[in-house]
């Protein structure tokens, strides 16, 4: 009876001993039935509750791992009512695991040595969802991962947050047509936009947009924002604008520029590019943009606020020699570019020789085949003539082929290097309007000095040329930050024009190698299937059926009388 009344209110004496420290052990050395029962009504009663069935156990830890596997029988606690019912359905056990998760960050001993009866191995997995980084983008999880929730934990690190809100562009410039009349007329073409961007109206929107409004486009985005390499559209042609195949290299190289745009990190953000893409009234809001920023083409966007004539100054000395190396590389560059680009006209030029030679060709063959007498031989003749006419067709093909695969990529970096001499005039620019600064701010210094030397009798001028002052330092202070902005910027848009460079060749050489395989295949089954249709013929009689007849030519091939046969046997016996 001792040792069981010394040891309940023993466990106690902590929360006790707070209310009456000098009169809690006197009245519980002899406590009676009723100082028992007011002891237990104060409030006291959960914590014996918990730890009787450790007997006369009081370490901490042994505490908080009982609390864990009274959390797995019934994950509400010792508040909760039923615990069949709890553990009956996998969705009420929903709070276990947060609880778990707290109390095994606060216990010493490491989830691995406990017991698999209160389901460690859940611990475990969560502890280690926590550790790989999973945990920190949501609240953790309500119950260990099933099998069929693990591919998509394993999926969503796979695309950064970056990647995620970028927003996506597709395309396409299509349905040339020319419209307009003689004096005015144009080519006008169809622009197609798919896009998971929130800014624009629609996912998908289409408008029809003509060269000079493509050309806008280049210019604004270069004004407004200086130092970014913009994609240019390609250059006019005043001879054969019309031409067939001088829109379709046009078309392609237009949808390359709008691409080249739309996948730009900065100025696929542009509002000019949205009001290209989506604008349905475009040359009234055009207009509207010149009116709100009338000055905006003339004083360069950037650096008509901050009040600097963006002039020409005096002979640029470049000091870093990393754009040292740069502009001479591009210029290295532009003139290989330029000499593949005239080798690369010599041999479309020669395939589109080839194809007239062919023409010429067929067209001596079909005035032979007429005069030819002989039914043997004149067959055969037009059917030589026929084949001519496709090998010129495949020569013009693949001539255009190779205009719009490699061609198309030497003349697009030729004025990529271009836009990139264009960033650097207008770093240039800066420097010169940095220096400009400088020398205004000293001018002005110099004379606060005269004005300091004549002592109080210049007070006015004075306090004005002293806010005159402040206004050139902050004008040299902002001048010098985007000169250095400017060239932090070039560094990475020449880094990503190398990147973009190696990618875009590679892919403009595969596709030209394909396509000349491509070409030499076809021109091979042309000739192989000429000679299948020669040799072929019944009992050894050979003839000819051509392609266009088809089963038509093949039975009158067939039923052609006995005389022409020996005709043709003795022809070919003489020959």
Do not use: C
């Not at 502890?127 to 999926?155: I, M």
């Not at 990190?265 to 542009?270: E, V």
């Not at 110099?446 to 210049?458: A, S």
């Not at 038509?552 to 005709?567: F, R």
């Amino acid at each position: 009876m001792d040792l069981d009344a010394g040891d309940s209110p023993w466990g106690d004496e902590p929360s006790r001993s707070v209310t009456s420290p000098t009169t809690s052990k006197p009245d519980n050395s002899e406590s009676s039935p009723a100082q028992a029962a007011s002891s237990i009504s104060g409030g006291e009663v959960r914590t014996p509750g918990r730890r009787g069935p450790r007997g006369t156990r009081k370490i901490s830890a042994q505490a908080t791992r009982l609390e864990a596997v009274d959390d797995t029988v019934d994950p509400l606690g010792p508040l909760g009512e039923a615990p069949s019912e709890t553990s009956a359905t996998p969705t009420d056990e929903a709070p276990a695991p947060p609880q778990k998760e707290t109390i095994a960050g606060r216990s010493p001993p490491p989830p691995t040595t406990f017991p698999p009866a209160f389901g460690g191995t859940g611990l475990v997995e969560s502890g280690n969802l926590e550790e790989d980084g999973a945990g920190f983008r949501g609240p953790p999880p309500v119950q260990p991962p099933s099998e069929a929730e693990g591919p998509k934990r394993q999926t969503q690190p796979s695309v950064s947050i970056e990647q995620a809100a970028k927003p996506t562009f597709d395309i396409s410039v299509g349905d040339p047509h020319k419209v307009g009349d003689l004096t005015s007329s144009h080519i006008v073409y169809q622009v197609r936009t798919k896009t998971s961007s929130k800014g624009y109206r629609q996912p998908e929107f289409a408008v029809t947009r003509r060269y000079r409004d493509f050309l806008w486009l280049y210019n604004s985005l270069h004004n407004s924002n200086p130092g970014v390499v913009v994609a240019p559209p390609p250059e006019k042609q005043a001879v054969g604008r019309f031409d067939t195949n001088f829109v379709e290299s046009r078309r392609a190289a237009l949808e390359r520029m709008l691409n080249k745009i739309a996948g730009h990190p900065i100025l696929q953000h542009d509002s000019d590019l949205k009001i290209f893409l989506e604008s349905e009234a475009f040359n009234v809001d055009v207009k509207n943009k010149e009116n709100r920023e009338p000055d905006l083409g003339q004083s360069k966007g950037m650096f008509s606020s901050f009040g600097i004539n963006v002039g020409g100054g005096g002979k640029f000395v470049e000091h870093d020699d990393w754009f040292h190396d740069r502009k001479i590389y591009l210029d290295a560059l532009e003139n290989q570019l330029k000499a593949l680009m005239k080798s690369m006209d010599t041999v479309v030029i020669q395939r589109k020789g080839l194809a007239e030679a062919a023409g010429d060709f067929s067209s001596s063959l079909h005035a032979l085949s007429a005069v030819e007498l002989s039914p043997a031989l004149s067959a055969p003749l037009e059917g030589l003539s026929d084949l001519q006419l496709r090998i010129r067709e495949l020569y013009d093909r693949q001539a255009q082929q190779d205009v719009l695969t490699l061609g198309i990529t030497i003349d697009e970096y030729i004025r990529l290097i271009g836009s990139v001499k264009t960033a650097f005039s207008q770093r240039q620019k800066a420097f010169h309007s940095w220096h400009t600064a400088e020398s205004d701010l000293q001018k002005r210094k110099n004379t606060q000095d005269k004005l300091l030397r004549q002592g109080k009798t210049q007070q006015d001028r004075l306090n004005q040329i002293n806010a005159d002052v402040a206004d050139a330092e902050r004008k040299v202070h902002q001048t010098r930050l985007l000169f250095e902005d400017m060239g932090r910027l070039m560094r990475n848009e020449l880094q990503r024009f190398e990147k973009e460079k190696v990618e875009d060749f590679k892919s403009g050489v595969e596709t030209f190698l394909e396509s000349a395989v491509e070409a030499q295949k076809e021109l091979i089954e042309l000739w192989e299937t000429f000679l299948l249709q020669l040799d072929a013929g019944e009992d050894g009689v050979p003839y000819y059926v051509p392609p266009t007849e088809g089963v038509a030519g093949e039975t009158a091939a067939l039923e052609s009388p006995a005389p022409n046969t020996e005709a043709s046997l003795g022809a070919e016996d003489n020959a």
